[in-house]
């Protein structure tokens, strides 16, 4: 048995335990077998020497983070306890990596490590694949990719397609004219670049064609050089429509291609074009494979519980 007592005094407690201590509670809840006592600045460990060792750990990121954002939400300290250290002691280092500010000057970062694996694919790779549940930031990180891309000047133009499955590619027997008709169906894509660049600019990009949102059946028949193209959804793209999407990589063209398996939208009668990509590509250079999971979701914390419910439940 063991005891441990750790004072923080180089920062207001509060700011990391939280009003009435819901933040630190958080931890002190994972951490079953020690005995832990705060009062004011003291934290008190009591219990086996690892597990004291790893509370330690964990609290040291926790300080850290706080430096450099100067705040904690309960969804970083979720992710924490989802994380290794070494894991989190990269999201750290991450936290440098700036992809693009917001149009309210917020930095746009990577989050969590298999984010920050996109973006190092990004450098190596022309065509990436990032697959994942829904909330782990695939299409939010491609698209920042993209944008910091446009603004460095390192292509011409954006390009982002989903297939329109839901809507089974008729949309005809939806309310209003084309645009009225698509723009609901492609708003996560819109919601994205909004967080990216003032609506001014942005109206101005879409104008000229410099960023382009259209279903995926628009892409057909078309070359698409100096581009960073995106496709979002893919698994619900069939196999005749990935394939056809993949091989309008014109010159000096990149590719995202999101997706999660789990959330499959087709006709049973109809294979994923993105479980197919999966084996028949991965063995390509100059095409990479993202798994993202779990830990990377960064949307509410009930996300990942819902997430991993239903995988337990197939399971």
């Known amino acids: 048995m063991s005891e441990k007592n750790i004072v923080i005094d180089s920062v207001n ?17 994972s951490f079953p077998k020690l005995k832990i006592v705060v009062r004011g600045e003291n934290i008190k460990l009591t ?14 990121l926790l300080m850290k983070h706080h430096q450099k954002n100067k705040t904690i939400d309960e969804s970083f300290i979720h992710q ?5 250290i070494e894991e989190s002691s990269e999201n750290l280092k991450m936290d440098d990596d700036v992809l693009v500010f917001s149009k309210n000057g917020v930095p746009i970062k990577a989050r969590t490590p298999n984010q920050r694996k996109m973006v190092e694919s990004s450098f190596k790779n022309d065509l990436i694949f990032a697959i994942g549940p829904a909330g782990t930031g695939k299409t939010y990180t491609a698209v920042a990719l993209a944008v910091r891309a446009l603004k ?6 954006i390009i982002l397609t989903r297939p329109a499955v839901e809507a089974g590619e008729n949309l005809g027997f939806l309310p209003g004219d084309l645009k009225d008709k698509l723009d609901p169906y492609l708003q996560p894509l819109f919601d994205a670049l ?11 990009y879409i104008e000229d064609g410099t960023i382009q949102i259209a ?3 628009y ?4 070359t698409l050089d100096n581009a960073v193209a995106i496709l979002d959804e893919a698994q619900n793209a069939s196999e005749n429509q990935l394939k056809m999407f993949l091989t309008r990589m014109g010159k000096s063209a990149k590719f995202f291609v999101t997706g999660d398996i789990t959330q499959i939208d087709l006709p049973k009668s109809q294979s994923s074009g993105l479980t197919q990509a999966m084996k028949i590509l991965k063995n390509i250079n100059g095409i990479d494979f993202v798994i993202l999971d779990e830990r990377d979701i960064v949307r509410h914390k009930l996300v990942s519980k819902i997430v991993d419910a239903y995988k337990k439940d197939k399971n």
């Open 215 to 217: 279903p995926l059946a």
């Open 47 to 60: 219990g086996d020497e690892i597990e004291i060792n790893n509370f330690e750990n964990i609290l040291d």
């Open 194 to 204: 909004r967080d990216m660049i003032p609506p001014q600019k942005l109206s101005a």
């Open 80 to 84: 924490l306890l989802n994380t290794s």
């Open 152 to 157: 460095n000047k390192e292509t011409k133009k």
């Open 13 to 29: 407690p509060i700011e990391i335990f939280g009003a009435n201590h819901s933040l630190i509670n958080l931890i002190i809840n």
């Open 219 to 222: 892409m057909r028949g078309r």
